[in-house]
């Protein structure tokens, strides 16, 4: 998994409000830096939406509200980023108190 798609992800767990989606065009304008928009939007499409943890509805992106998608989140990010655990545990508010030992 890119780099870009690790930001995509954490942008949607940080920007997260109660499972609010984030139109398409507003995640990749905040998730991108230099890259180019063609670029993100792919990553977006091929990478990020392919995320079991990921819904995209009418309304834009989300991480749903819930214990198993935040549970799924968590353990992706964990293994894909260096962002420590307890900003993850942190950010995403549904995880049980035993994460991230749980198995």
Request: aromatic share 8%.
């Amino acid at each position: 998994m890119s780099d870009a798609a690790a930001r995509f992800v954490w942008k949607l767990a940080r920007r997260h409000s109660w499972g609010s989606p984030i139109p398409a065009e507003e995640l990749i304008r905040l998730v991108a830096r230099t890259e180019d928009y063609d670029e993100m939007e792919r990553v977006l499409e091929e990478e990020v939406l392919e995320l079991p943890f990921i819904v995209q509805s009418p309304d834009g992106i989300h991480i749903p509200n819930g214990q198993d998608a935040h549970v799924e989140a968590a353990d992706w990010l964990q293994e894909q980023t260096g962002i420590d655990d307890f900003k993850i545990k942190a950010t995403l508010s549904r995880l049980p108190d035993t994460w991230p030992t749980d198995e």
